[in-house]
């Protein structure tokens, strides 16, 4: 199946659908990475913070080592943990998950979220996490600004660690500012986007500086469940919404695939997962087919603003180390 590809800013390519590897289980998941490529995906989205990395390099050594991929193939991402962004951790770190991954460049390296806290050594706690105590109580914020952690970022990309790079999780009012300073502009933004969270103005902002948008979350609550979310099992789920049923049926197409084509075809990157060979396959073929523009609008009406990746949501980090989404 042939997927297309974002054209950058900076002159490079990025698959439009990838595969995500956040809550993918580190007993599965170089299974699940070697059979996603085997299906045909080629985007895969990583972090520190998910604690698969390793995993996640074995998988595409498998495939590559099979002959099924070459490296080139594939467009990896991965992510900068808060507690690694005084300018002088960024690229040990860096250095360290390409050696987990087995490879020896990213394609795209984001700024996980933009919040600073203390460095904890990668041989006292790796992924380090949130807290910088055991008990998992205490957060303590590193005074890193955003301009020397993505001056430092900038300098992954003119050394070939990483052949683009980018951010996640930031807001309007924090992307303006990044433009006063930046002397590369990012190549793609990562956000939470769903029906439910739209965020059109932050999405209209990053279009019109060139920045490409990759989706995460396209399912909205479903995504959040596992996490034991009670705001995201009691609303409405997308997947059973009475509109994307009737507008999948009338496609020959499931509730999931609609909601990745009403994203891709808006111009998004998408990054879904699944370990079901079916589902793989179908969150795959959602560029084959077009959405009419009503039922794109109607889709989009559905946003009632509801960011379910916060804190007051998940319950285990204090409000105060987020940066809400007020600028949207």
């Given at each position: 199946?042939?997927i297309p590809?974002?054209e950058l800013n900076?002159?490079n390519?990025?698959?439009?659908?990838g595969?995500?590897?956040?809550?993918?289980?580190?007993?599965t998941?170089?299974?699940?990475?070697?059979?996603?490529i085997?299906?045909g995906?080629?985007?895969?989205?990583?972090?520190?913070?998910?604690?698969?990395?390793?995993?996640?390099?074995?998988?595409?050594?498998?495939?590559?080592n099979?002959?099924i991929v070459?490296?080139?193939?594939?467009?990896?991402?991965?992510?900068?943990?808060?507690?690694f962004?005084?300018?002088e951790?960024?690229?040990?770190i860096v250095?360290?998950q390409?050696?987990?991954?087995?490879?020896?460049?990213?394609?795209?390296?984001?700024?996980?979220?933009?919040v600073a806290?203390?460095?904890?050594a990668?041989?006292?706690r790796?992924p380090p996490?949130?807290f910088?105590?055991?008990?998992g109580?205490k957060?303590?914020?590193?005074?890193?600004?955003l301009?020397s952690?993505?001056?430092?970022i900038?300098?992954?990309?003119k050394?070939?660690l990483?052949?683009?790079v980018?951010?996640?999780?930031?807001?309007?009012?924090?992307?303006?500012?990044?433009?006063?300073y930046?002397?590369i502009?990012?190549?793609?933004?990562?956000?939470?986007h769903?029906?439910?969270?739209t965020?059109e103005n932050l999405?209209k902002l990053?279009?019109?500086?060139?920045?490409?948008?990759?989706?995460?979350s396209?399912f909205?609550?479903?995504s959040?469940?596992e996490?034991?979310m009670?705001v995201?099992a009691?609303?409405?789920?997308?997947?059973?919404?009475?509109?994307i049923?009737?507008?999948?049926?009338k496609?020959?197409?499931?509730?999931a695939?609609?909601?990745?084509?009403?994203?891709?075809q808006?111009?998004?990157?998408?990054?879904?997962k699944?370990?079901?060979?079916?589902r793989?396959?179908?969150?795959?073929?959602?560029v084959?087919?077009?959405l009419?523009?009503d039922?794109?609008?109607?889709?989009?009406?559905?946003?009632i603003n509801?960011k379910?990746?916060?804190?007051?949501n998940?319950?285990?980090?204090?409000?105060?180390v987020?940066v809400?989404?007020?600028?949207?």
């Amino acid at each position: 199946m042939s997927i297309p590809s974002i054209e950058l800013n900076d002159g490079n390519k990025m698959p439009q659908v990838g595969f995500g590897l956040w809550k993918v289980n580190n007993d599965t998941c170089a299974d699940q990475v070697y059979e996603a490529i085997k299906a045909g995906y080629r985007l895969f989205d990583g972090a520190c913070d998910y604690g698969n990395e390793v995993e996640s390099g074995q998988g595409i050594a498998r495939a590559i080592n099979e002959g099924i991929v070459k490296r080139e193939d594939l467009f990896i991402t991965s992510k900068l943990w808060n507690s690694f962004h005084d300018p002088e951790q960024v690229e040990p770190i860096v250095k360290k998950q390409l050696g987990d991954w087995g490879i020896d460049y990213f394609d795209l390296y984001l700024i996980h979220f933009p919040v600073a806290i203390k460095y904890i050594a990668p041989e006292v706690r790796y992924p380090p996490g949130w807290f910088v105590d055991d008990a998992g109580t205490k957060i303590e914020h590193s005074k890193a600004s955003l301009e020397s952690t993505w001056k430092a970022i900038e300098q992954l990309k003119k050394k070939g660690l990483s052949k683009s790079v980018g951010i996640s999780n930031y807001t309007g009012a924090l992307l303006l500012d990044l433009f006063t300073y930046a002397e590369i502009t990012p190549a793609v933004l990562q956000i939470e986007h769903h029906p439910y969270f739209t965020q059109e103005n932050l999405v209209k902002l990053a279009k019109e500086r060139g920045i490409a948008i990759t989706a995460y979350s396209s399912f909205g609550p479903s995504s959040f469940i596992e996490c034991d979310m009670k705001v995201a099992a009691d609303t409405q789920q997308l997947l059973s919404h009475d509109l994307i049923t009737g507008i999948a049926e009338k496609h020959s197409k499931t509730p999931a695939q609609v909601l990745l084509r009403w994203a891709t075809q808006r111009g998004l990157a998408v990054i879904p997962k699944s370990n079901d060979p079916k589902r793989l396959a179908q969150n795959l073929d959602v560029v084959g087919f077009d959405l009419g523009n009503d039922e794109i609008q109607k889709i989009s009406d559905l946003n009632i603003n509801l960011k379910f990746n916060v804190p007051t949501n998940v319950g285990s980090i204090p409000f105060a180390v987020w940066v809400e989404n007020a600028a949207n």
